[in-house]
């Protein structure tokens, strides 16, 4: 069996923003939408000031929430896969959104309006922008985006992270981890102890986002980048 997971160096990590945007193109996520984020913190008082930054994403719990609270049955809108990913069925969601009220990481969406009805929604700011000077509005598409999603996302559906379930079921990594100009995201599967999520979690202390939540997150950051300022 698999696991997949991911892990964070906070130290690599430079805040790019690399990984949101790469996410955006690759899944055609729509504004104010965020597959992949991140959160921003300056704490301290002046001169002493430690500015912090750390991308999030879907954590693909081991204890979701999400799944747990999902009212559809018998087969769930908000299901694990064998391998450990937590996935939304757009076709079985019905919208009620419990999912997304459940999750402790606020990092699941909720199309009120769909990308077909408001083509504005259908890709980031440059979609807005051609409608503003008059232009022809055309939907990124990506023919291998749509295991989960369809490619244009309908109206009254819930959305995440997907890991790139696309990308790492034919051997690619996540385009976020792909594009990361510093290496600092790493994807693989924990059950195996040659991985090298495994080997970095074996040699490093590691953290993650709301421990006390008991969700068991497969997102770990290690290492610490502290800027002062």
């Known amino acids: 069996m698999a696991r997949m997971a991911m892990v964070i160096d906070l130290r690599l990590c430079i805040g790019c923003d690399a990984c949101n945007i790469s996410c955006k193109q690759e899944n055609n996520v729509q504004q104010g939408f965020f597959w992949a984020h991140h959160i921003q913190r300056h704490e301290g008082t002046f001169p002493n000031i430690t500015y912090t930054y750390m991308p999030t994403l879907c954590n693909h719990c081991s204890n979701p929430p999400c799944v747990e609270a999902c009212p559809v049955e018998p087969d769930k809108a908000m299901f694990k896969q064998a391998d450990g990913t937590v996935m939304t069925s757009?076709?079985?969601?019905i919208g009620c959104q419990a999912c997304k009220f459940a999750c402790p990481y606020g990092v699941i969406s909720f199309n009120e309006w769909g990308q077909e009805t408001h083509p504005e929604w259908r890709t980031p700011e440059a979609a807005a922008l051609a409608q503003k000077v008059g232009g022809e509005v055309v939907a990124y598409s990506n023919p291998d985006r749509g295991t989960t999603f369809s490619v244009i996302r309908k109206e009254g559906k819930v959305e995440k992270c997907t890991f790139c379930d696309h990308r790492y079921q034919v051997g690619h990594d996540p385009r976020c981890v792909e594009v990361c100009p510093p290496h600092a995201r790493i994807f693989g599967d924990l059950d195996d102890p040659n991985s090298e999520v495994s080997r970095l979690l074996r040699e490093n202390e590691y953290s993650v986002l709301q421990?006390?939540?008991?969700?068991?997150?497969?997102?770990?950051?290690?290492?610490?980048?502290?800027q002062k300022s």
């Open 211 to 226: 421990p006390e939540a008991g969700t068991e997150p497969n997102v770990y950051y290690i290492n610490k980048f502290d």
């Open 90 to 93: 757009e076709e079985r969601c």
